[in-house]
């Protein structure tokens, strides 16, 4: 069973950092694009950031670029996003999500994503 959990979620005070981890079970990561998406009360979920495969193709929203990174371990089974700088209107529930067709590319589509994982809540506030 494909199973994605994310963790790193937490309460930082604007300006602080936050690391958050998709650790994926019962698949291997490496085959998949993985992407971070993020949903604040009332809006729709929104891409932050994918990673491709192998990691030759890195997108991330125009809000965050400049102040999070993404990255893999694929001998952890892991996909990492580091979020620097932290703003209020960074705060939601971050979600990953991977898929496995055209692997070699991602974007920020969420309709381009099969698996999903249950999300972990960041809090940006003083």
């Known amino acids: 069973q494909l199973q994605l959990v994310e963790s790193g979620g937490g309460l930082v005070q604007p300006g602080g950092s936050l690391r958050l981890s998709c650790a994926a079970s019962g698949f291997r990561l490496d085959y998949y694009r993985v992407g971070w998406f993020r949903q604040a009360p009332g809006k729709e979920r929104e891409g932050v950031s994918c990673?491709?495969?192998?990691?030759?193709?890195?997108k991330h929203a125009d809000s965050v670029k400049g102040r999070f990174t993404i990255d893999r371990d694929n001998a952890k089974n892991t996909v990492y996003l580091q979020m620097n700088s932290l703003k209020p209107e960074d705060t939601g529930v971050y979600y990953c999500?991977?898929?496995?067709?055209?692997?070699?590319?991602?974007?920020?589509?969420?309709?381009?994503?099969?698996?999903w994982g249950q999300g972990t809540q960041v809090t940006v506030s003083s």
């Open positions: 999500a991977a898929d496995n067709s055209f692997a070699h590319i991602c974007g920020l589509n969420r309709a381009d994503f099969r698996s």
């Open positions: 990673i491709s495969l192998r990691g030759g193709s890195i």
